[in-house]
């Protein structure tokens, strides 16, 4: 059974950074590609960014490009999305999902808070 399990949300000020991990179990990462979504309060889920399997490959939401990076570490099985010059609509719940190449299957995980106040 594929877990994802997102950690490093937190409460932190307009301009300031966060590092979220999403760290995957029951399976191998370079498996996946795998992405980052948020969903804000009263708004629907939304991409943030992909990373490739190899990790060598990213793309990013145009409101979050030039701010946020994502990264992988395979050793480790987990994904990494940096945050800067974080905004107060950046504020949501941020996931991860684990995409099965060729399939129409993914995995996702339970989501951490972010929260960025003005």
């Known amino acids: 059974q594929v877990q994802l399990v997102e950690s490093g949300g937190g409460l932190v000020q307009a301009g300031g950074s966060l590092r979220l991990s999403c760290a995957v179990s029951?399976?191998?990462?370079?498996?996946?590609?795998m992405r980052w979504f948020r969903q804000a309060p009263g708004k629907e889920r939304e991409f943030v960014a992909t990373i490739s399997r190899s990790g060598g490959s990213t793309s990013y939401a145009d409101s979050v490009k030039g701010r946020f990076s994502a990264s992988g570490d395979n050793a480790k099985n987990t994904v990494y999305l940096q945050m800067n010059s974080l905004k107060p609509e950046d504020t949501a719940v941020y996931y991860c999902?684990?995409?099965?190449?060729?399939?129409?299957?993914?995995?996702w995980g339970q989501g951490t808070q972010v929260t960025v106040s003005s």
């Open positions: 029951g399976g191998t990462l370079s498996r996946y590609r």
């Open positions: 999902r684990a995409d099965i190449l060729g399939t129409v299957y993914n995995y």
